[in-house]
């Protein structure tokens, strides 16, 4: 393999991909980059057998074709130190290549590609959606924080993407929280669905450029394919069946309470401060047009209440929620008004926008209270 690159160029690359190289493997081999020179494209390959990263680039000039499995860290370091300038690389003999540069040059090991594992990508049943990118960085953001770490239930450690002809729901649980994300643009012929980790989810929304207009995505049973610009992100989905959340979003919730969001999350933080710790536990008191937000640690004898401006329509009432709950979902959303909807102090609270309330309820969350 012989070539010459733009050492930003390819100091670009691998950042794009290195998120998946693991900081320890059973396999040494996956702690290096998979070089791939075809033509003047040279493709750049990471994977942890999890999560495998794809980018290409155009090269300045392809001497020699050739595929060669180049440390990761070693490579990632020097290039991070070299000003951009062209870079030659070059094999040397069965084990070494050199990089050259205007004033000097590095030899460095390499491993044969036929020791790095084939990309598995999805098989011929898979299901494509077209995903606007916007779209789906959003809903990754609005959704993530509410995944679960669940060893005994790993459907619970993912994003749930339900796929119907009338749109995309992406909806994330812990089982206090139920966070739901509707791209109404996305569809597909028939009902699809699968749990991209939360892991993979990350990494795909720190990666999707601002430019990326649309992420392709290709799935079956067991894989994922998401490709955008010149990038493919392979991820191993997780296996399960997720929960039926459609049957836990409370509907008929009369008790209305509107308010400016900025306004509640501060006053729940500062009251928070005063809460037991080990429960995080506080107090919506609820009257005509009057919330009163308190908390109490016994044990320390402290307290505090706040009286927050807000619209409110329904029965008193007096229910408990964690604050960390609360924070977690307002902090999350970007609205500026939310509307809270309460049945009783039992069930289960919705919280919406309060500019999607009259349309298809974009992004909505449900937190389970607690006792009082």
Same mark, same amino acid.
């Given at each position: 393999?012989?070539?010459?690159?733009?050492?930003?160029?390819?100091?670009?690359?691998?950042?794009?991909? *290195?998120?998946?190289?693991?900081?320890?493997?059973?396999?040494?081999?996956?702690?290096?980059?998979?070089? %791939?020179?075809?033509?003047? /494209?040279?493709?750049?390959?990471? *994977?942890?057998?999890?999560?495998?990263?794809?980018?290409?680039?155009?090269? %300045?000039?392809?001497?020699?074709?050739?595929?060669?499995?180049?440390?990761?860290?070693?490579?990632?370091?020097?290039?991070?130190?070299?000003?951009?300038?062209?870079?030659?690389?070059?094999?040397?003999? %069965?084990?070494? +290549?050199?990089?050259?540069?205007?004033?000097?040059?590095?030899?460095?090991?390499?491993?044969?590609?036929?020791?790095?594992?084939?990309?598995?990508?999805?098989?011929?049943?898979?299901?494509?959606?077209?995903?606007?990118?916007?779209?789906?960085?959003?809903?990754?953001? *609005?959704?993530?924080?509410?995944?679960?770490?669940?060893?005994?239930?790993?459907?619970?450690?993912?994003?749930?993407?339900?796929?119907?002809?009338?749109?995309?729901?992406?909806?994330? *649980?812990?089982?206090?929280?139920?966070?739901?994300?509707?791209?109404?643009?996305?569809?597909?012929?028939? !009902? @699809?669905?699968?749990?991209?980790?939360?892991?993979?989810?990350?990494?795909?929304?720190?990666?999707?450029?601002?430019?990326?207009?649309?992420?392709?995505?290709?799935?079956?049973?067991?894989?994922?394919? #998401?490709?955008?610009?010149?990038?493919?992100?392979?991820?191993?989905?997780?296996?399960?069946?997720?929960?039926?959340?459609?049957?836990?979003?409370?509907?008929?919730?009369?008790?209305?309470?509107?308010?400016?969001?900025?306004?509640?999350?501060?006053?729940?933080?500062?009251?928070?401060?005063? @809460?037991?710790?080990?429960?995080?536990?506080?107090? #919506?008191?609820?009257?005509?047009? /009057?919330?009163?937000?308190?908390?109490?640690?016994?044990? +320390?004898?402290?307290?505090?209440?706040?009286?927050?401006?807000?619209?409110?329509?329904?029965?008193?009432?007096?229910?408990?929620?964690?604050?960390? +709950?609360?924070?977690?979902?307002?902090?999350?959303?970007?609205?500026?008004?939310?509307?809270? !909807? +309460?049945?009783?102090?039992?069930?289960?609270?919705?919280?919406?926008?309060?500019?999607?309330?009259?349309?298809?309820?974009?992004?909505?969350?449900?937190?389970?209270?607690?006792?009082?």
């Amino acid at each position: 393999m012989k070539l010459i690159v733009s050492s930003a160029e390819l100091l670009k690359g691998i950042l794009a991909v *290195s998120k998946a190289i693991p900081a320890k493997s059973a396999l040494p081999i996956l702690e290096n980059f998979l070089f %791939d020179l075809k033509g003047n /494209s040279l493709e750049i390959t990471a *994977s942890d057998m999890e999560l495998t990263l794809k980018t290409s680039l155009e090269v %300045d000039n392809a001497v020699e074709e050739g595929r060669i499995a180049i440390p990761a860290r070693h490579m990632t370091d020097l290039l991070k130190e070299l000003p951009d300038q062209p870079l030659t690389i070059s094999t040397l003999n %069965d084990s070494s +290549f050199e990089c050259s540069w205007a004033n000097g040059s590095s030899t460095l090991p390499y491993f044969p590609a036929e020791d790095y594992p084939e990309t598995v990508t999805a098989d011929e049943t898979a299901v494509s959606i077209e995903f606007p990118a916007e779209a789906l960085v959003e809903g990754i953001a *609005s959704t993530i924080y509410a995944t679960a770490d669940d060893e005994i239930r790993p459907a619970m450690n993912g994003i749930f993407f339900d796929i119907t002809p009338e749109g995309t729901t992406l909806v994330a *649980s812990d089982s206090h929280k139920l966070i739901c994300y509707n791209a109404a643009g996305v569809t597909a012929a028939e !009902k @699809a669905s699968f749990i991209l980790h939360k892991r993979p989810a990350a990494v795909i929304r720190s990666i999707i450029g601002k430019n990326t207009e649309n992420v392709h995505i290709t799935f079956d049973a067991k894989n994922a394919v #998401f490709a955008f610009d010149r990038t493919m992100v392979v991820c191993r989905l997780v296996v399960g069946k997720y929960p039926k959340y459609r049957d836990v979003i409370p509907h008929n919730n009369s008790n209305v309470l509107r308010i400016d969001r900025m306004t509640f999350l501060n006053t729940v933080r500062r009251v928070a401060v005063c @809460a037991n710790k080990a429960s995080n536990h506080i107090k #919506f008191d609820l009257k005509e047009n /009057s919330l009163v937000i308190s908390a109490q640690d016994l044990g +320390f004898s402290i307290a505090a209440y706040e009286n927050v401006p807000c619209q409110y329509d329904g029965d008193e009432l007096a229910i408990g929620f964690k604050s960390t +709950f609360i924070i977690e979902i307002l902090g999350n959303m970007t609205c500026d008004n939310i509307v809270m !909807k +309460f049945a009783d102090s039992k069930r289960a609270a919705l919280i919406v926008p309060a500019e999607d309330e009259s349309e298809s309820e974009k992004i909505c969350g449900i937190i389970m209270p607690i006792m009082i």
